[in-house]
């Protein structure tokens, strides 16, 4: 069974940094694609970012030039830094895996972002 944890929220001032991360474990196959998806309250999940295996990206036009995702796979872990954080940005972050376009989606159980001074 696949497991995903993210770990790393909190609570932060604008202008400040986070970085998130997110282990999986349990796959017998790499997990193709990973991200992150958010969901502020009373909005959709939104995807922020995702990474390939190979270490193409995609962000959010929102989070352009402020986040960053990366992945280790020798740790099945990936991370996303979080700059200049904005109050638009807090929401429930979701870390998320696929082992190819297509197959089914795991979720972890989500890491609460607070940006609020």
């Known amino acids: 069974q696949v497991q995903l944890m993210e770990s790393g929220g909190g609570l932060v001032q604008p202008g400040g940094s986070l970085r998130l991360s997110c282990a999986s474990s349990g796959s017998r196959f790499s997990l193709g694609v990973m991200g992150w998806y958010r969901q502020a309250p009373g909005q959709e999940r939104e995807l922020v970012a995702s990474?390939?295996?190979?270490?193409?990206?995609n962000y959010a036009e929102s989070v352009k030039g402020r986040f960053t995702i990366s992945r280790d796979n020798t740790k099945n872990t990936i991370y996303l830094q979080m700059n200049r954080l904005k109050p638009e940005d807090t929401a429930v972050y979701y870390c998320y895996g696929k082992i190819m376009a297509g197959s089914y989606t795991y979720w972890g159980p989500g890491t609460q972002v607070t940006v609020s001074s």
């Open positions: 990474v390939t295996f190979g270490g193409n990206t």
